[in-house]
């Protein structure tokens, strides 16, 4: 199982691998077996925020599986992300209950306040990463918005600038 991992490591001819430490780590600890995939693409995901393109290429080689496979893994399900991330991610809830209960002004609230233009998801300093979906699982408190996974219900623009704030200030800036 980790042994593959190791030799790729300690092989002088892989030097420009060793900046995979951490993937290196991450698969030695799941192994490389196919059943394994999706736990080491989370584990991944999870310490750089998304799935850049050369690691996931890395990931196929050293799990000896077709950089296809991996791909269509990371692009089938919706919790990966090939593009960065911010710091925050901040998802707003547009189903029916949160829709009709006023998520679309929060939403513009949110993206108004972070500095984020219609065409983007993400700000330029990867503060913030503003996504849009279909249920949070939680219409009684309609509108909701996540921020990482933390949960706000009956949320209205005045309140989710008020969070926002917050969340700025303890990053050291001002309004």
């Given amino acids: 199982m980790g042994e593959a991992v190791k030799d790729l490591k300690n092989d002088p001819a892989t030097l420009p691998r ?14 490389t077996d196919l059943s394994a995939l999706i736990p080491i693409l989370q584990e991944v995901q999870e310490e750089y925020r998304y799935l850049p393109e ?18 269509g ?15 925050y991610v ?6 029916t209950a949160c829709h009709v209960r006023g998520s679309n002004p929060v939403n513009d609230a949110i993206r ?9 998801k993400t700000t330029d300093d990867l503060r ?7 249920c949070l699982g939680a219409c009684g408190l309609a509108p909701v918005v ?17 969070i926002i704030d917050k969340i700025l200030e303890e990053e050291g800036e001002t309004k």
């Fill in 112 to 120: 108004k306040r972070v500095g984020l233009r219609k065409d983007r």
């Fill in 18 to 31: 060793r900046r995979f430490e951490k993937v290196n780590e991450i698969i030695q600890h799941h192994g």
């Fill in 128 to 134: 913030f990463t503003v996504e849009t979906v279909s």
């Fill in 90 to 95: 901040v998802k707003i809830c547009d189903g």
């Fill in 54 to 71: 050369e690691i996931l290429t890395y990931i196929a080689t050293v799990m000896n599986i077709s950089p296809a496979t991996v791909y």
């Fill in 146 to 162: 996540m921020i990482n996974e933390q949960i706000y219900g009956q949320m209205t623009p005045e309140a989710i600038n008020v």
């Fill in 73 to 87: 893994v990371a692009t089938f399900y919706a919790q990966f992300s090939l593009e960065p991330k911010g710091k």
